[in-house]
């Protein structure tokens, strides 16, 4: 442990593996610190594992609301336990193939141990000692549990708990309507469970799309009470929990989980010994370049408060290692793409037209719905909706907004658009393979030459 590194970086997550990566392509020693499991959030509580659970449901569903009654599909009952264990050897099998392999190939050392700095310079492992010509932060989040009236004496689900579960609850309320919420609250409804959801769904999407959302949960049975918790308590029997809102209603469960956003994982570090300046909220505090207060040490990911993707995390873990070896970088987020995996799934990329015109444009939009979508006609599933925000003066794409089956996959396009300039005319004049929901975006960019209906790729 006495080796002066170029570069320690304390996380194994996207941001801290990205910084490694970045690293070692500039010749440079480094040496990653993990004090949990190898891989961050992303792949042992996050993307990885919620996302496959959310197929398996999905799966489920889709026998259920099978919209072909000549092909049947049975749905039964589902094995939780033997779900949960499929999950675990996926996470075993990326923790390998993703991460320490990834490790090995690029030739950067993953030591086992909790961090903590001593002062501005020193870090300490487990009791020892280490030096490093610089140092990156990249420690991830947590769920966070709210200050809420009588949630101390609970043992309530977060989303990272929920996922471990092996008996399937009979029903739950989850508190958030954010990503995480939703996703949460369709994965154990689609596997049997009752659910009923409270907080305002989809806060921050387009209404146009936050409505499709709303219709889809209706049509799955998920109550959602949009209104703010403000007291929890054991139900009358004891083997339940009462939520009670701001306006007096009370929603119960068997269980409840709560999704109503999450911490830094800052717990420990030294941050004040190294003279680390953190927000009202704990999260580090960077600039555009990652650095953190302490010219020494950088941070990225989550416990920076940056947006909370896992691809932004390794953006930013590649400028922040960019940046203490000497060379500053700036992570551009242009275009910036979001997908919440639900069923139709939430996407967006670039502006909502709200933040369009509180940002000073002048702007259009055009909404186009499914039914008008040959691909969801095929699906026999036209619920769903794409909207295009652009700028009245320039014609440039400003923001793409949907929700559709498979709508994260029309945001790489949405992105390029956005990011390089294109105008709603690009992208009405562009090629898009037919059959294809991709095929949404040129068809709602007609919509800004002529509202009348067109035919198959006219």
Same mark, same amino acid.
């Given at each position: 442990?006495?080796?002066?590194?170029?570069?320690?970086?304390?996380?194994?997550?996207? *941001?801290?593996?990205?910084?490694?990566?970045? &690293?070692?392509?500039?010749?440079?020693?480094?040496?990653?610190?993990?004090?949990?499991?190898?891989?961050?959030?992303?792949?042992?509580? $996050?993307?990885?594992?919620? !996302?496959?659970?959310?197929?398996?449901?999905?799966?489920?569903?889709?026998?259920?609301?099978?919209? #072909?009654?000549?092909? /049947?599909?049975?749905?039964?009952?589902?094995?939780?336990?033997?779900?949960?264990?499929?999950?675990?050897?996926?996470?075993?099998?990326?923790?390998?193939?993703?991460? &320490?392999?990834?490790?090995?190939?690029?030739?950067?050392?993953? =030591?086992? @141990?909790? *961090?903590?700095?001593?002062?501005?310079?020193?870090?300490?492992?487990?009791?020892?000692?280490?030096?490093?010509?610089?140092?990156?932060?990249?420690? @991830?989040?947590? *769920?966070?549990?709210?200050?809420? =009236?009588?949630?101390? &004496?609970?043992?309530?689900?977060?989303?990272?708990?929920?996922?471990?579960?092996?008996?399937?609850?009979?029903?739950?309320?989850?508190? $958030?309507?954010?990503?995480?919420?939703?996703?949460?609250?369709?994965?154990?409804?689609?596997?049997?469970?009752?659910?009923?959801?409270?907080?305002?769904?989809? /806060? +921050?999407?387009?209404?146009?799309?936050? %409505?499709?959302?709303?219709?889809?949960?209706?049509?799955?049975?998920?109550?959602?009470?949009?209104?703010?918790?403000?007291?929890?308590?054991?139900?009358?029997?004891?083997?339940?929990?009462?939520?009670?809102?701001?306006?007096?209603?009370?929603?119960?469960?068997?269980?409840?989980?709560?999704?109503?956003?999450?911490?830094?994982?800052?717990?420990?570090?030294?941050? %004040?010994?190294?003279?680390?300046?953190?927000?009202?909220?704990?999260?580090?505090?960077?600039?555009?370049?990652? =650095?953190?207060?302490?010219?020494?040490?950088?941070?990225?990911?989550?416990?920076?408060?940056?947006?909370?993707?896992?691809?932004?995390?390794?953006?930013?873990?590649?400028?922040?290692?960019?940046?203490?070896?000497?060379?500053?970088?700036?992570?551009?987020?242009?275009?910036?793409?979001?997908?919440?995996?639900?069923?139709?799934?939430? &996407?967006?990329?670039?502006?909502?037209? *709200?933040?369009?015109?509180?940002?000073? #444009?002048?702007?259009?939009?055009?909404?186009?719905?499914?039914?008008?979508?040959?691909?969801?006609?095929?699906?026999?599933? /036209?619920?769903?909706?794409?909207?295009?925000?652009?700028?009245?003066?320039?014609?440039?794409?400003? @923001?793409?907004?949907?929700?559709?089956?498979?709508? @994260?996959?029309?945001?790489?396009?949405?992105? +390029?658009?956005? !990011?390089?300039?294109?105008?709603?005319?690009?992208?009405?004049?562009?090629?898009?393979?037919?059959?294809?929901?991709?095929?949404?975006?040129?068809?709602?960019?007609?919509?800004?030459?002529?509202? !009348? /209906?067109?035919?198959?790729?006219?």
């Amino acid at each position: 442990m006495d080796t002066t590194w170029d570069l320690v970086v304390v996380g194994s997550g996207g *941001a801290a593996m990205a910084a490694g990566i970045e &690293a070692r392509q500039r010749g440079k020693t480094v040496l990653l610190v993990e004090h949990a499991a190898l891989g961050g959030t992303c792949l042992n509580v $996050g993307c990885v594992p919620s !996302k496959s659970l959310l197929t398996a449901a999905g799966r489920r569903h889709r026998a259920l609301a099978n919209p #072909y009654p000549s092909v /049947p599909i049975r749905a039964a009952d589902v094995d939780l336990t033997a779900l949960m264990r499929q999950k675990q050897e996926l996470i075993d099998q990326l923790r390998q193939t993703k991460y &320490a392999d990834v490790a090995d190939a690029h030739g950067f050392t993953i =030591r086992a @141990g909790h *961090a903590r700095f001593l002062d501005a310079q020193t870090l300490q492992v487990d009791g020892n000692t280490l030096n490093a010509r610089a140092y990156v932060v990249a420690t @991830g989040s947590a *769920a966070h549990i709210p200050n809420l =009236r009588g949630i101390a &004496a609970l043992d309530p689900l977060t989303s990272t708990t929920a996922m471990q579960l092996r008996a399937l609850p009979a029903s739950l309320v989850i508190l $958030g309507g954010g990503p995480v919420g939703l996703e949460q609250a369709q994965l154990w409804a689609h596997l049997g469970a009752r659910v009923t959801l409270v907080g305002r769904l989809a /806060p +921050y999407a387009e209404p146009e799309a936050a %409505d499709v959302l709303r219709a889809a949960f209706a049509d799955d049975g998920i109550t959602v009470v949009e209104e703010h918790a403000v007291e929890v308590e054991r139900s009358a029997g004891g083997d339940g929990v009462l939520v009670r809102t701001e306006s007096g209603a009370e929603v119960s469960g068997q269980r409840l989980l709560v999704a109503t956003g999450r911490h830094p994982n800052t717990e420990g570090l030294g941050l %004040d010994a190294a003279d680390i300046v953190t927000d009202a909220h704990g999260f580090i505090t960077v600039d555009e370049h990652q =650095r953190t207060s302490n010219p020494r040490v950088y941070a990225a990911g989550d416990v920076t408060g940056a947006p909370q993707h896992v691809y932004v995390a390794a953006q930013t873990g590649h400028a922040a290692a960019a940046g203490a070896l000497g060379e500053p970088a700036i992570v551009d987020y242009r275009g910036l793409p979001a997908v919440t995996f639900t069923t139709p799934q939430l &996407a967006s990329a670039g502006l909502t037209e *709200a933040e369009a015109l509180a940002a000073g #444009y002048e702007c259009d939009c055009r909404v186009l719905g499914a039914q008008d979508i040959p691909r969801a006609l095929v699906d026999h599933d /036209p619920r769903g909706t794409l909207k295009l925000v652009i700028d009245t003066q320039t014609r440039k794409v400003l @923001g793409v907004h949907a929700a559709l089956n498979g709508a @994260g996959d029309v945001m790489l396009a949405a992105t +390029y658009a956005i !990011k390089y300039g294109l105008t709603v005319d690009d992208l009405a004049d562009s090629w898009a393979p037919y059959l294809t929901m991709s095929e949404s975006l040129r068809i709602c960019a007609g919509l800004f030459r002529s509202d !009348k /209906p067109t035919s198959c790729c006219a």
